[in-house]
């Protein structure tokens, strides 16, 4: 079910019933106007025939009655001009002779010549009185048809009344101007009360649009805002809109919404109790993992701790036998002291990558940046690789300076890897140093087999990336280079060997920043 009226409905009808009391009012003041003039005409008829008839009697009474100048001219007309006078309402009498000479007058009224002429001739023709209102108002006069409610002048009637004489003859005019004071005031007695009437009209319509807006406005937005207040402090115990009046459009939208306020605040607080629950969960969850983790942590390095120490000592056995102090050696005993060398060698890398791995995994290692000479630092991981009996070359000027910035142990893991990794698929490994303004730029290239297109985006991810060992090699040099900075590049293909190339920062550069 709809509103009862909806906005411009009310407008509208106001605006209608507005109209027609306004219509109603115009015309039943205007037949009210037409109503008091015509009782005012009656009024003032009735006051002039009472004058008329005084002056009619005096006439009639005298002994020159169809003399009507010498009737005049006696002492008695004195009294009749004093009888007239006490006339109610009566502010002005004369009387004419036919031709308009004026025989008596008396008061202020003034009196129109064509309006003479015209009872004169309306008397001859029609043998009754002539009869006119007029109106007195800033000065002005005339001729009144109707009696407006704001007309604040004077009102009067004149009228003209024949005397004849006993031929019959027309002997003069009597004119008696009446003044009207209850037309006007008559009329505003009307309006006042119209007034009153529309004033109620309005309070009244005023008064039942407020009711009606209270019924079915002003409670069903009540019951909106308690159910928007009630989800705003999410309270499931509010009150419920179930008093609201009939239903329409805003009374539903309140009971839905307030139904849908209360299952907004169940699920709310359903929802916050498995939010605390998971929360919890998850809190036992992350003790857990850093429980596991610092196992798995305490484990490794127990583990790379203890293998370092017997591969530690199997190197140191191997080279006491190498010395020649121990005694002379076979072919066949050279040849195996050596794989076990090679062995150890390995297992050592491996380790290393192993520890080095798991400080990258759990946390980030701390640099120790120095200046050092990279070239010496080649030399030196060359040396430990010689044991291969596999040639690597060196390409750099003789005269450059070769310093560099950097961790010089994490930087010696990186070219340990790539030059192990090298050696392992190739016979022969290169090594190219260039100088430049603020970067030594690094090659490292092999002869081998090469490495197929689809293992390229992979290789130095930690596991993938060799098809030997643990695949930790090339990912620890990408960290390490990262660290510093520094991106690597790789380029090979199948049967063409494999070409790594990255940058390292001169001295002076990482000083200066």
């Known amino acids: 079910m709809g509103l009862r009226l909806k906005s411009q409905l009310v407008v509208l009808c106001l605006t209608l019933m507005l109209i027609s009391l306004g219509a109603l009012t115009y015309f039943h003041l205007t037949l009210s106007s037409q109503d008091n003039l015509m009782r005012g005409d ?78 004169l001739f309306w008397v001859q023709n029609h043998r009754e009185s002539y009869n006119e209102i007029w109106g007195y108002q800033d000065g002005k006069v005339e001729p009144l048809v109707t009696v407006g409610p704001f007309y604040r002048g004077q009102v009067v009637h004149h009228s003209y009344h ?59 937005l009540r019951g909106l805002n308690n159910s928007l207040q009630q989800l705003h402090n999410l309270d499931p115990a509010g009150s419920k809109p179930d008093s609201l009046p009939q ?77 020649p102090r121990s005694g002379q050696l076979s072919d066949k005993q050279i040849q195996y002291l050596h794989s076990i060398q090679v062995a150890n060698r390995d297992a050592q890398d491996l380790v290393r990558n192993l520890l080095e791995a798991m400080k990258y995994e759990f946390s980030q290692p701390a640099m120790q940046p120095e200046e050092f000479d990279v070239g010496e630092l080649i030399g030196e991981i060359t040396e430990q690789l010689k044991i291969d009996n596999k040639p690597i070359e060196l390409v750099a000027d003789p005269g450059q300076d070769l310093s560099i910035w950097g961790d010089r142990a994490r930087i010696g893991r990186v070219f340990s890897n790539l030059l192990s990794n090298a050696l392992h698929h190739a016979g022969h490994v290169k090594i190219e140093l260039s100088g430049e303004a603020r970067f030594i730029s690094v090659v490292v290239s092999d002869q081998g087999p090469g490495i197929a297109p689809e293992d390229l985006p992979r290789l130095f991810e930690k596991f ?43 001295a002076e550069r990482e000083q200066s920043v």
């Open 42 to 119: 009656r009024d003032g008829r009735r006051a002039a025939l009472q004058a008329f008839q005084q002056v009619q009697l005096f006439v009639q009474s005298s002994a020159d009655a169809n003399n009507l100048i010498a009737c005049l001219s006696g002492p008695k007309s004195n009294a009749l001009a004093e009888s007239l006078r006490k006339t109610p309402d009566l502010i002005q009498f004369d009387i004419f002779l036919p031709d308009g000479s004026s025989l008596m007058s008396s008061g202020s009224a003034a009196i129109d010549e064509l309006s003479f002429h015209q009872a």
């Open 464 to 506: 993938k990336g060799s098809s030997s060992g643990l695949g930790l090699g090339l990912y620890i040099v990408q960290r390490i280079l990262h660290d510093h900075g520094q991106e690597i590049q790789v380029q090979s293909a199948l049967g063409q060997g494999t070409q790594f190339a990255f940058r390292l920062a001169r």
């Open 162 to 220: 024949a005397l004849y004489q006993d031929s019959g003859s027309l002997e003069g005019l009597v004119h008696v101007a009446i003044k009207l004071p209850k037309a006007p005031l008559r009329i505003n007695f009307i309006l006042l009360g119209y007034l009153t009437i529309a004033a109620i009209f309005l309070v009244s319509s005023v008064l039942a649009i407020y009711l009606w807006a209270e019924f079915a406005l002003n409670r069903p």
């Open 247 to 323: 239903p329409n459009e805003l009374s539903q939208a309140a009971r839905a919404l307030n139904h849908v306020t209360l299952d907004l605040v169940k699920y709310q607080q359903e929802l916050q109790q498995k939010t605390t629950h998971l929360e919890r969960l998850n809190e036992e969850l992350e003790q857990k993992v850093a429980d596991k983790t610092l196992q798995i942590r305490e484990f490794f390095s127990l583990i790379t701790h203890d293998l370092r120490v017997p591969l530690a000592a199997v190197a140191g056995y191997a080279d006491l036998i190498e010395n």
